[in-house]
């Protein structure tokens, strides 16, 4: 019986268990996503400020180092610290030379070797002897970024439940259009300093602007909330001028270079692609909000999973242990009232013992089974009655306690020599003693008077080698008497039922009386 309470108890934990099994699964599905958002915020950075210097050495290469937008010193040092606060590192392939040509690339295995990388091809553009184009430089930084992209674009799951997904192929998406459009504004810069395009960068404008519309486009409809951001941006005065520049390039008319729609032309996308920029700084900023909101939803359901499986663990020794005295209890009660039923058992044998003493045993077996026995008419019993002579005088010379005695004895040895016979004593009253046979069970006339006559021989014979206690030269003499007829019989009292008499006989049994007094 103990081991009942342990099932649910067992179930209880086991189910409590699984369910810290799934919250601590959940909370490290949030630390991966909150790698992913640092690694892909290193990334977006990273990218970003690359982006920036390809800008501005691509304004200088373009103006032979005559003009620039801001200082290239300055620049570069914000790219290195870029480069420096980078949390991780992936392997990235970038090309052997600065121009892009060396179809192997190189593998720069750690921040030191990209570093220096970096810097030899800085120390390039501005030597004396260089020769870099502003569409070689600008695929070597295309190349990197590409691959940094490309490693983002890998490192970013899209099998995870909390949605924070959408938002990180948001901000991979959005990084590459600012990459594109970027790309084709170098194009954009060419067309207007040189009067028009040759075919193979005229494609690739169209290429790179198309793409990056896309991927604006893709990450819009991925996060609807930029939506309304980006419609903001497209409102400041220098959208339109951008649109109508776009379907001049687009169409790839011969025009009259001019240096200064070139810079005008390079001043509006950079401040098109800083508005961008913003976009995917506030996308970068709900990212981290998100990611924030998550761990701290998953800390919560851990620390409730924990509490909970902590308290099943304190209150299931605590129920057990309950229980085993609550089961310690009833065994104990069970035992006492086994007990007690056995002094009932015993209390009603002798109660019936009682009763079959008292009462015939045929009447006493329909009284416990009915719970009353109804009078009953006989038409022939035989009753025999008896009383000691000269017991009056005998008590007088005698103690209580003595005559208690004497007719205690006297009656055990009548009591010894009925059970011989058929007979039933109704009852003792003093020194007289009742006895009938014919009830109550019938018997037939000449039965029950032999019954009753061959009995009182014997209790005359007996009782004259009885001697009076204390004195004990004095026999006792009885005197008897029988008498046949009709009675009544039945059963009087509750408390003390007893089996009596009623008829004829209490003439006679008077009558005996007077002739006791006469005699």
């Avoid at 459009?181 to 404008?205: C, D, K, M, Q, T």
């Avoid at 909101?293 to 620390?303: G, I, R, S």
């Avoid at 205690?408 to 006895?435: H, P, Q």
């Avoid at 009830?439 to 000449?446: A, F, L, N």
Wanted: hydrophobic letters at 40%; glycine letters at 4%; proline letters at 3%.
């Amino acid at each position: 019986m103990i081991t009942l309470p342990f099932i649910p108890i067992l179930a209880l934990l086991i189910q409590t268990s699984f369910s810290l099994y799934d919250i601590l699964q959940y909370r490290s599905e949030v630390n991966d996503i909150e790698t992913q958002v640092v690694t892909a915020t290193d990334l977006g950075k990273m990218v970003t400020h690359l982006q920036l210097e390809r800008g501005e050495v691509a304004f200088y290469i373009y103006t032979n180092g005559s003009m620039l937008k801001s200082n290239l010193t300055q620049r570069y040092a914000t790219t290195d610290e870029a480069i420096d606060n980078m949390t991780t590192w992936t392997e990235i392939i970038i090309p052997a030379s600065p121009n892009g040509s060396d179809d192997e690339g190189e593998v720069m295995l750690n921040k030191t070797s990209f570093q220096m990388r970096l810097n030899d091809f800085r120390t390039q553009i501005h030597s004396e002897e260089n020769n870099n184009t502003v569409f070689e430089a600008m695929l070597w930084y295309m190349a990197v970024n590409n691959a940094m992209l490309d490693h983002l674009t890998k490192h970013i799951k899209e099998s995870d439940k909390s949605g924070i997904w959408r938002f990180l192929i948001g901000f991979k998406n959005l990084i590459r259009s600012i990459e594109n459009i970027g790309v084709s504004a170098v194009y954009g810069i060419s067309y207007f300093g040189r009067g028009h395009l040759a075919p193979e960068p005229y494609v690739n404008f169209i290429k790179y602007d198309t793409l990056g519309k896309d991927l604006l486009n893709t990450s819009l409809n991925i996060v609807p909330y930029l939506k309304d951001q980006y419609k903001n941006l497209t409102n400041f005065r220098e959208y339109g001028s951008i649109k109508n520049r776009s379907k001049t390039i687009m169409m790839n008319k011969k025009i009259n270079a001019s240096i200064e729609n070139a810079i005008k032309y390079y001043e509006s996308m950079t401040s098109y692609i800083e508005g961008l920029r913003n976009l995917h700084m506030s996308l970068r900023l709900r990212i981290r909000d998100e990611v924030q909101m998550l761990l701290k939803e998953a800390l919560d359901k851990e620390a409730i999973g924990i509490a909970i499986l902590v308290t099943v663990l304190i209150v299931s020794p605590i129920i057990i242990i309950l229980v085993k005295n609550v089961v310690a209890t009833i065994q104990l009660y069970s035992l006492n009232l086994v007990e007690k039923a056995r002094e009932l058992k015993l209390e009603q044998q002798k109660s019936d013992a009682l009763l079959f003493q008292m009462l015939p045993s045929s009447v006493a077996i329909r009284l416990k089974q009915t719970g009353r026995v109804p009078a009953e008419f006989f038409e022939s019993v035989t009753v025999y009655f008896s009383d000691i002579v000269g017991f009056t005088e005998i008590a007088s010379t005698c103690s209580p306690l003595e005559v208690c005695s004497f007719l205690n004895s006297i009656y055990k040895m009548f009591d010894e020599r009925i059970e011989c016979y058929d007979v039933y004593k109704v009852e003792t009253c003093g020194d007289a003693y009742m006895v009938a046979s014919g009830i109550p069970e019938r018997s037939d006339v000449k039965k029950h008077v032999s019954e009753i006559s061959t009995m009182a021989l014997d209790l005359l014979h007996a009782s004259s080698y009885f001697k009076v206690p204390h004195s004990k030269n004095e026999k006792i003499q009885i005197r008897s008497g029988i008498h046949t007829g009709s009675v009544g019989a039945g059963i009087v009292g509750t408390k003390m039922p007893r089996y009596c008499l009623f008829g004829k006989f209490k003439n006679f049994f008077e009558l005996s009386n007077i002739f006791k007094v006469i005699s």
